[in-house]
């Protein structure tokens, strides 16, 4: 079929673009492919971060040359990407959708994408239908742009109930969050990694960018409350999206300092495989989640995850098998966790059940849902 895709890609950076261009390179391998991408993504007022564009040594680009149409404030080039769209006549469009702001851009250039006499199915693959910190006008511009959709693809069961209260008995598929084994094709060995860090002992890893509903207090908190001898080191390692000064008194605390290393920088793609090669175990303490790009990073270098109970994460991490589950927000739950994680010498036996659990999350899988929900709209 002919296929595209309008959404961020390289050279835009962060996860929602990684994500996009291996699904591109996915959507490629089986179909004749486009994609429309973005000039601008975000206004500099929106994006706390360093730069939008990745300058990775090592860069992970798609496999056909992104057409950089779509300008999030300009009106005119959301008309301008849907006549391309439409112009090129796909079988199915897939739109990435992440958060309200860009439902004017995106769903007024899926409406327009749609050619007279051709059934196109626009389906929009929702990372998170509302976003984690919401405010007023969000409800409006996600009824807007959700709009443009024919189909949705969504990566949790607590996303797909979001949807059913706003869209009118569209089609709506629950498909795991896919794995990025990507980023650890080339990893050094534990021991490489380690030496390169200066890292020994029992190692936590808290990765990518800072922002509250990642939870990052709670992990600090449980680390003050865990048994001193139940851990060595951990990593926090990402880019602070609200002020460090916030988490200052946690990280002075007499009990962690000397132990918790601040990593305040967006890390290049290349470097990323040494932090999961170095960790025994990967926290994720998130306070609400949709799904997790971590977590999926952790799996696909083979590193089980302890993670708290909510949205997609309890969709994908197995308790007792590729991971250890807690509630919410509950830092003495997440003490009890790591302390039982090494206790228990659990990491050789949890990184065989992410082995094992490897081909669920697949690219060629995600694919397949997305093929299926294209036919649906066809029929």
Not at 159 to 178: C, D, F, S, Y
Not at 275 to 283: H, L, R, S
Request: with cysteine; net charge positive.
């Amino acid at each position: 079929m002919k296929a595209a895709i309008l959404g961020p890609t390289y050279p835009h950076r962060g996860g929602i673009a990684h994500y996009t261009t291996l699904l591109a390179r996915a959507l490629d391998r089986r179909h004749e492919l486009a994609i429309v991408s973005f000039a601008r993504l975000y206004p500099r007022l929106l994006f706390p971060g360093t730069t939008q564009f990745d300058t990775s040594a090592s860069t992970i680009e798609p496999p056909v040359r992104p057409e950089p149409i779509l300008d999030s404030l300009n009106p005119l080039s959301w008309l301008g990407a849907g006549a391309r769209l439409r112009a090129l006549g796909p079988d199915f469009i897939v739109v990435p959708w992440w958060h309200p702001f860009f439902g004017p851009s995106l769903g007024t250039a899926a409406r327009r994408a749609r050619r007279p006499g051709k059934r196109t199915a626009r389906i929009f693959l929702c990372h998170n239908v509302s976003p984690h910190e919401a405010t007023p006008i969000d409800r409006a511009l996600t009824a807007y742009g959700l709009g443009g959709a024919d189909a949705f693809l969504v990566h949790a069961r607590s996303e797909e109930e979001k949807l059913r209260r706003i869209t009118r008995g569209k089609p709506i598929r629950v498909h795991p969050h896919p794995s990025y084994e990507i980023f650890s094709e080339r990893a050094p060995s534990r021991e490489e990694a380690r030496s390169a860090l200066d890292l020994q002992g029992r190692v936590l890893l808290f990765f990518g960018h800072v922002r509250p509903y990642k939870g990052l207090a709670d992990l600090l908190s449980a680390l003050k409350l865990a048994r001193r001898d139940a851990w060595d080191r951990a990593l926090v390692v990402g880019e602070f999206y609200e002020p460090l000064e916030r988490y200052r008194a946690l990280l002075e605390d007499p009990l962690i300092k000397e132990r918790v290393r601040v990593v305040n920088r967006y890390v290049a793609n290349e470097e990323v495989a040494r932090y999961f090669a170095a960790a025994d175990v990967v926290a994720l303490p998130y306070r609400e989640a949709t799904g997790s790009g971590i977590a999926q990073i952790a799996f696909g270098a083979g590193v089980p995850v302890i993670a708290t109970r909510t949205g997609g994460l309890e969709d994908v991490v197995e308790e007792g098998v590729s991971g250890l589950l807690v509630p919410p927000g509950d830092p003495p739950s997440l003490a009890r966790a790591i302390e039982r994680f090494f206790d228990d010498a659990m990491s050789e036996r949890l990184r065989e059940g992410v082995a094992r659990n490897r081909g669920r999350f697949g690219w060629d899988a995600l694919v397949g849902a997305l093929e299926s929900l294209a036919a649906e709209c066809a029929s």
